[in-house]
């Protein structure tokens, strides 16, 4: 049974860091495009991050310069290492693997940026 556990989330104040962690399991995680997404109170979920199997990554404009998404394949695991993070970057965040045949979630873990 494929598994996506997020860990990490948590309240900082603005401008703190925190790191993200998804593991996957190791039958989909080695030929997965590996993402990160993120939902709002009151928002659609939008994309935040992505890690291919071939190390490149991508972000969106928002994230960009703040956030760094990793993956670690002996561990089958990915990370969001974010900084420098403010009030709007607060969601759910979720882990997504896009594997050649199908695409996961995992149940999502919770960011809030607030003083």
């Known amino acids: 049974q494929v598994q996506l556990v997020e860990s990490g989330g948590g309240l900082v104040q603005p401008g703190g860091s925190l790191r993200l962690s998804c593991v996957a399991s190791?039958?989909?995680?080695?030929?997965?495009?590996m993402n990160w997404y993120r939902q709002a109170p009151g928002k659609q979920r939008e994309w935040v991050a992505t890690?291919?199997?071939?190390?490149?990554?991508d972000y969106r404009h928002s994230v960009k310069d703040r956030f760094a998404i990793s993956r670690d394949n002996a561990k089958n695991t990915v990370y969001l290492q974010m900084s420098s993070l403010k009030p709007e970057d607060t969601a759910v965040y979720y882990c997504?693997?896009?594997?050649?045949?199908?695409?996961?979630w995992g149940q999502g873990t919770q960011v809030t940026v607030s003083s």
């Open positions: 890690s291919t199997t071939q190390n490149t990554t």
């Open positions: 190791e039958d989909i995680f080695a030929t997965s495009i």
């Open positions: 997504h693997a896009q594997s050649p045949r199908a695409f996961y």
